[in-house]
């Protein structure tokens, strides 16, 4: 391999590195054994009717959060929150929320983040900033839509969204006094309609009910009107920068690939 290839295969594995250390994982969910999620380390919930809606579900290949649907066996207004004690995205600092989501059928979900952190669960809804909303009301849409709260509304992002396909989701995120302002951007490895990463919706989507008065502290997910379950995993924070990389696979699976091109460069020698 001549030194140039070489200088540039190493540059590769540098930046691979790089851009998805960037990204911090909260939680995938892989440590856990299914069941009520309230006995993990930084998660609780509050449900209306008492019920476990926050649970964990999956196989030995993959585990993820369950927030059940109300009419699914969980109740409508149930909350589930993560808190791991930690300033996800300070105030005045711009950061990215990575999540993935499946939708089972129709759903009416929301996640998000908020400034609160010791408060009840069910408190994060009405002060949370970001939301992501999966799905849509019952009786206005189809129900597997991708909405996004704008200030004092929902905004819609993307309507030929559909269930039982895997979603990445960006939520862009500017913190900053007087921004206060998200944009998102999804990609599936299976529906056909986000192959390629795109944004939906309007860039600058306002916080919910205005500025976030300081840092987003936690995360929040809720069960609304007649939603089917929404399984959500691979939950990463990077808390400096607008960040498009995606952090999964893990860093190592990438670097194997990187690991890959310099091998093809060293037979094209």
Sequence with gaps: MNRTNLLTAISLLGSLATSQAAFTLLDDFESYSNGDISSASNWSYDSSAGL???Q????A???YLIQKGANTGGANDS???FDNNTVLIANNAIGTYFFRAYMTADTHMGTGLSPLTSAAASNHWNDAKPIIRIGNRVGTGANTEIYAYNDTTYSGLASNTTDGHWYNFWVLIDNTDGADSYEVHIQSDTD???LS???IGPTGLGFRNGTADGDLKSLFFRTAINSADVYFDDLYIDSTSHNLVNPVPEPAV????ALGLLGLLR???
């Design 61 to 63: 290949t993959n585990r």
């Design 52 to 54: 476990v809606d926050g």
């Design 197 to 199: 990463q795109t944004q």
């Design 56 to 59: 964990v579900g999956g196989d």
């Design 267 to 269: 037979r094209r020698r």
């Design 79 to 81: 909350h589930t929150k």
């Design 254 to 257: 990438s670097l194997l690939g």
């Design 192 to 194: 056909t309609n986000y």
